[in-house]
């Protein structure tokens, strides 16, 4: 059974950075891409990144593009999302998911909730 | 960047009718097209991917159909748990998007 853990949610101030990861099991990890999707509070579902399987290629929408960074791991089947020059309106929960790109999303962790705020 | 616009936005029905959720696409997706379903609290969960199969696991009630720029989600016989938020995403062409979202509620 596919299962996806997110961590390192929290509360950051204006202008700061996190970094967010999600531990995979139960898949080959370095065989699919993988992928970021936020949810702000009470809106709809918003696609933040993307990485191939491979990790050589990574997607982002205009509106992260230069803050947020995708990577992976496949020694630790791992993947994070670094978040640069965080905004209030960045303030989301933070879904890690199978896929992207070259197939839906057919698996979701529960997701970490990041809140920016001073 | 491809928009998908989703119809009704809120969508009121009784256990037992039909469901109907249209999905449009500003152009043409082809059949990359899926359908999610999110309950209040919990994670999206794929029901329906290139527009037509269902996911492993969803019941047969659920159908996708349609190609290009119009797509419909049916449910054929509401159940108690299927009132959600129900959301189309296309991969097609970066970036990735969704539509807005259709709230199916109890009438």
């Known amino acids: 059974e596919v299962h996806l853990l997110e961590s390192g949610g929290g509360l950051v101030q204006p202008g700061g950075s996190l970094r967010l990861s999600c531990a995979a099991s139960?898949?080959?990890?370095?065989?699919?891409?993988m992928s970021w999707v936020r949810q702000a509070p009470g809106k709809g579902l918003e696609w933040v990144s993307s990485i191939s399987s491979s990790g050589a290629s990574t997607y982002y929408p205009d509106s992260v593009q230069g803050r947020f960074t995708i990577s992976r791991d496949p020694s630790k089947s791992t993947l994070y999302l670094q978040i640069r020059s965080l905004r209030a309106d960045d303030t989301a929960v933070y879904y890690c998911?199978?896929?992207?790109?070259?197939?839906?999303?057919?698996?979701w962790g529960q997701g970490t909730l990041v809140t920016v705020s001073s | 960047e491809i928009v998908l616009t989703q119809s009704p936005a809120i969508l009121s029905l009784s256990p037992g009718e039909r469901a109907t959720l249209s999905c449009r696409a500003s152009q043409s997706v082809s059949s990359y097209l899926a359908w999610y379903q999110q309950k209040p609290g919990q994670a999206p969960r794929l029901l329906i991917y290139?527009?037509?199969n269902r996911a492993t696991g969803i019941p047969a009630r659920f159908s996708g159909s349609g190609s290009g720029t119009d797509f419909t989600l049916t449910i054929s016989s509401l159940e108690p748990e299927d009132f959600a938020v129900y959301y189309c995403q296309q991969r097609s062409n970066w970036p990735l998007t969704f539509g807005q979202g259709t709230r199916l509620e109890i009438k």
């Open positions: 998911a199978k896929g992207g790109g070259g197939a839906h999303f057919d698996s």
């Open positions: 290139d527009a037509s």
């Open positions: 139960g898949f080959t990890f370095s065989s699919f891409a």
